[in-house]
Protein backbone atom coordinates (compact mmCIF):
# COMPACT_ATOMS: atom_id res chain seq x y z
CA UNK A 1 0.00 0.00 0.00
CA UNK A 2 1.28 3.70 -0.28
CA UNK A 3 1.26 6.05 2.32
CA UNK A 4 2.58 9.28 2.83
CA UNK A 5 3.85 11.12 5.83
CA UNK A 6 3.97 14.38 6.59
CA UNK A 7 4.94 14.46 9.72
CA UNK A 8 4.60 18.06 10.91
CA UNK A 9 0.84 19.58 11.16
CA UNK A 10 2.19 23.59 11.78
CA UNK A 11 5.39 25.01 11.07
CA UNK A 12 6.12 28.23 12.27
CA UNK A 13 8.59 30.12 10.94
CA UNK A 14 9.91 34.17 10.49
CA UNK A 15 9.71 36.01 7.11
CA UNK A 16 12.97 35.66 5.66
CA UNK A 17 14.06 32.37 7.49
CA UNK A 18 14.63 28.89 5.19
CA UNK A 19 11.74 26.56 5.33
CA UNK A 20 11.94 22.94 5.00
CA UNK A 21 8.15 20.85 4.75
CA UNK A 22 8.99 17.28 5.14
CA UNK A 23 7.39 14.45 3.31
CA UNK A 24 7.70 11.22 3.21
CA UNK A 25 6.39 7.97 1.12
CA UNK A 26 6.31 4.05 1.09
CA UNK A 27 5.61 2.84 -2.16
CA UNK A 28 7.42 -0.37 -3.66
CA UNK A 29 6.91 1.19 -7.50
CA UNK A 30 7.65 4.57 -9.40
CA UNK A 31 6.42 7.60 -7.59
CA UNK A 32 5.03 10.74 -9.44
CA UNK A 33 4.96 13.15 -6.61
CA UNK A 34 3.58 16.28 -5.82
CA UNK A 35 2.91 19.04 -3.57
CA UNK A 36 -0.22 21.10 -3.26
CA UNK A 37 -1.16 24.16 -1.58
CA UNK A 38 -4.11 25.69 -0.21
CA UNK A 39 -4.27 29.59 0.66
CA UNK A 40 -6.72 31.18 2.79
CA UNK A 41 -10.02 31.08 1.05
CA UNK A 42 -8.88 29.85 -1.98
CA UNK A 43 -9.04 26.53 -3.92
CA UNK A 44 -5.88 23.36 -3.49
CA UNK A 45 -3.87 24.05 -6.23
CA UNK A 46 -1.11 22.53 -7.84
CA UNK A 47 2.63 23.83 -6.50
CA UNK A 48 4.72 21.63 -7.94
CA UNK A 49 5.47 18.04 -9.07
CA UNK A 50 8.68 16.12 -9.26
CA UNK A 51 8.79 15.48 -12.56
CA UNK A 52 8.48 18.89 -13.74
CA UNK A 53 11.86 19.68 -11.53
CA UNK A 54 10.98 23.32 -11.62
CA UNK A 55 11.13 26.04 -9.11
CA UNK A 56 7.56 27.58 -8.28
CA UNK A 57 7.40 30.64 -6.03
CA UNK A 58 11.28 30.04 -4.98
CA UNK A 59 10.27 26.57 -3.76
CA UNK A 60 12.06 23.14 -4.88
CA UNK A 61 11.35 19.54 -4.06
CA UNK A 62 13.81 16.74 -4.42
CA UNK A 63 12.80 12.86 -4.77
CA UNK A 64 15.26 11.28 -2.89
CA UNK A 65 14.30 7.50 -3.22
CA UNK A 66 16.64 6.29 -1.07
CA UNK A 67 15.38 7.90 1.80
CA UNK A 68 12.05 8.04 0.01
CA UNK A 69 11.10 11.64 0.75
CA UNK A 70 10.31 14.67 -1.16
CA UNK A 71 10.73 17.65 0.91
CA UNK A 72 9.56 20.85 0.26
CA UNK A 73 12.04 23.74 0.54
CA UNK A 74 12.19 27.70 0.64
CA UNK A 75 15.52 29.47 1.55
CA UNK A 76 13.55 32.28 2.61
CA UNK A 77 10.34 32.39 3.18
CA UNK A 78 7.71 34.80 2.79
CA UNK A 79 4.78 36.02 4.49
CA UNK A 80 2.70 35.40 1.78
CA UNK A 81 3.92 31.60 1.79
CA UNK A 82 1.43 30.94 4.74
CA UNK A 83 -0.63 28.66 3.14
CA UNK A 84 -1.64 24.64 4.09
CA UNK A 85 0.57 22.23 2.49
CA UNK A 86 -0.20 18.78 1.22
CA UNK A 87 2.15 15.97 -0.27
CA UNK A 88 0.78 13.96 -2.49
CA UNK A 89 1.75 10.50 -3.85
CA UNK A 90 0.41 9.13 -7.32
CA UNK A 91 1.35 6.07 -9.11
CA UNK A 92 3.08 5.63 -12.39
CA UNK A 93 0.66 3.02 -14.06
CA UNK A 94 -1.52 0.52 -12.60
CA UNK A 95 -3.96 2.42 -10.66
CA UNK A 96 -3.84 6.26 -10.60
CA UNK A 97 -5.80 6.75 -6.73
CA UNK A 98 -3.64 9.41 -4.87
CA UNK A 99 -2.41 9.32 -1.52
CA UNK A 100 -2.30 12.43 0.07
CA UNK A 101 -0.48 13.43 3.07
CA UNK A 102 -2.26 14.77 6.43
CA UNK A 103 -0.76 18.47 5.40
CA UNK A 104 1.24 21.24 7.29
CA UNK A 105 0.29 24.40 7.70
CA UNK A 106 2.96 26.54 7.72
CA UNK A 107 2.65 30.34 9.23
CA UNK A 108 5.15 33.14 8.07
CA UNK A 109 5.67 35.40 10.91
CA UNK A 110 6.52 39.17 9.77
CA UNK B 1 -12.37 27.86 -19.70
CA UNK B 2 -13.92 27.76 -16.04
CA UNK B 3 -12.22 25.67 -13.13
CA UNK B 4 -13.58 23.00 -11.52
CA UNK B 5 -17.18 23.95 -10.20
CA UNK B 6 -19.33 22.84 -7.12
CA UNK B 7 -22.96 23.26 -5.61
CA UNK B 8 -24.06 24.21 -3.43
CA UNK B 9 -20.47 26.08 -2.12
CA UNK B 10 -22.74 25.56 1.75
CA UNK B 11 -25.18 23.18 2.84
CA UNK B 12 -26.99 22.78 6.24
CA UNK B 13 -29.06 20.01 7.20
CA UNK B 14 -30.26 18.28 9.63
CA UNK B 15 -29.21 14.93 10.86
CA UNK B 16 -31.28 11.88 8.83
CA UNK B 17 -31.82 13.72 5.55
CA UNK B 18 -30.09 13.32 2.27
CA UNK B 19 -28.12 15.58 0.46
CA UNK B 20 -26.49 15.85 -2.92
CA UNK B 21 -23.29 17.73 -4.04
CA UNK B 22 -22.56 18.40 -7.11
CA UNK B 23 -19.11 18.62 -9.61
CA UNK B 24 -19.03 20.30 -13.18
CA UNK B 25 -15.44 19.15 -14.02
CA UNK B 26 -12.91 20.44 -16.44
CA UNK B 27 -14.46 19.90 -19.95
CA UNK B 28 -12.66 17.23 -21.88
CA UNK B 29 -11.16 15.86 -17.98
CA UNK B 30 -11.19 11.95 -18.16
CA UNK B 31 -10.34 11.31 -14.15
CA UNK B 32 -12.70 12.83 -11.76
CA UNK B 33 -11.87 12.54 -7.97
CA UNK B 34 -14.13 13.18 -4.63
CA UNK B 35 -12.51 13.90 -1.42
CA UNK B 36 -13.44 15.26 2.05
CA UNK B 37 -11.31 17.42 4.29
CA UNK B 38 -11.86 17.80 8.04
CA UNK B 39 -10.11 19.78 10.45
CA UNK B 40 -7.05 17.59 11.46
CA UNK B 41 -7.58 14.90 9.01
CA UNK B 42 -6.31 15.99 5.63
CA UNK B 43 -7.72 15.12 2.21
CA UNK B 44 -9.21 11.59 2.15
CA UNK B 45 -10.12 9.64 -0.88
CA UNK B 46 -13.72 9.03 -1.52
CA UNK B 47 -14.11 8.30 -4.92
CA UNK B 48 -12.27 8.06 -8.34
CA UNK B 49 -14.15 7.73 -11.97
CA UNK B 50 -11.79 7.67 -14.97
CA UNK B 51 -14.05 7.07 -18.16
CA UNK B 52 -16.62 4.75 -18.83
CA UNK B 53 -14.81 2.57 -16.61
CA UNK B 54 -16.73 1.15 -13.35
CA UNK B 55 -15.87 3.72 -10.39
CA UNK B 56 -13.08 3.15 -7.90
CA UNK B 57 -15.18 3.27 -4.86
CA UNK B 58 -12.86 1.99 -1.87
CA UNK B 59 -12.58 4.86 -0.06
CA UNK B 60 -16.72 5.57 0.37
CA UNK B 61 -16.77 5.26 4.25
CA UNK B 62 -20.23 3.91 4.79
CA UNK B 63 -22.86 2.29 2.10
CA UNK B 64 -24.66 5.78 2.85
CA UNK B 65 -22.51 7.30 0.66
CA UNK B 66 -22.85 7.26 -3.42
CA UNK B 67 -22.03 8.71 -6.76
CA UNK B 68 -22.12 8.47 -9.77
CA UNK B 69 -20.90 10.55 -12.59
CA UNK B 70 -23.22 10.99 -15.76
CA UNK B 71 -21.94 11.47 -19.84
CA UNK B 72 -18.55 11.22 -18.08
CA UNK B 73 -18.85 14.78 -16.95
CA UNK B 74 -20.90 16.27 -14.02
CA UNK B 75 -20.85 14.36 -10.96
CA UNK B 76 -23.01 14.12 -7.90
CA UNK B 77 -22.29 12.77 -4.76
CA UNK B 78 -25.12 11.96 -2.45
CA UNK B 79 -24.83 11.31 1.38
CA UNK B 80 -28.42 9.29 3.11
CA UNK B 81 -29.54 9.35 6.23
CA UNK B 82 -26.78 11.97 6.97
CA UNK B 83 -24.76 12.05 10.64
CA UNK B 84 -22.92 14.91 12.10
CA UNK B 85 -19.47 12.96 11.63
CA UNK B 86 -20.11 13.40 8.05
CA UNK B 87 -20.02 17.41 8.19
CA UNK B 88 -16.75 18.36 6.41
CA UNK B 89 -15.76 19.99 3.06
CA UNK B 90 -16.71 17.87 0.17
CA UNK B 91 -13.91 18.33 -2.85
CA UNK B 92 -13.90 17.40 -6.12
CA UNK B 93 -11.09 17.73 -8.30
CA UNK B 94 -10.73 16.23 -12.03
CA UNK B 95 -7.77 15.69 -14.21
CA UNK B 96 -6.67 15.33 -18.12
CA UNK B 97 -5.39 12.05 -17.59
CA UNK B 98 -4.90 9.91 -14.59
CA UNK B 99 -2.01 11.04 -12.25
CA UNK B 100 -2.00 14.06 -13.95
CA UNK B 101 -2.37 17.23 -12.20
CA UNK B 102 -5.84 17.75 -10.40
CA UNK B 103 -7.88 20.84 -10.79
CA UNK B 104 -9.81 21.57 -7.67
CA UNK B 105 -13.03 23.11 -6.93
CA UNK B 106 -13.84 25.24 -4.23
CA UNK B 107 -15.53 22.55 -2.42
CA UNK B 108 -18.66 22.34 -0.69
CA UNK B 109 -19.38 22.37 2.88
CA UNK B 110 -21.88 20.07 4.80
CA UNK B 111 -22.93 21.21 8.08
CA UNK B 112 -24.76 18.08 9.95
CA UNK B 113 -27.04 19.36 12.60
Known amino acids: AQRVTQPEKLLSVFKGAPVELKCNYS??????LFWYVQYSRQRLQLLLR??SRESIKGFTADLNKGETSFHLKKPFAQEEDSAMYYC????????????FGRGTSLIVHP | GAGVSQSPSNKVTEKGKDVELRCDPI?????LYWYRQSLGQGLEFLIY????????KSGLPSDRFSAERTGGSVSTLTIQRTQQEDSAVYLC???????????FGPGTRLTVL
Open chain 1, 88 to 99: ALSRMGGSYIPT
Open chain 2, 93 to 103: ASSFAPGDEQF
Open chain 1, 27 to 32: YSGSPE
Open chain 1, 50 to 51: HI
Open chain 2, 27 to 31: SGHTA
Open chain 2, 49 to 56: FQGNSAPD
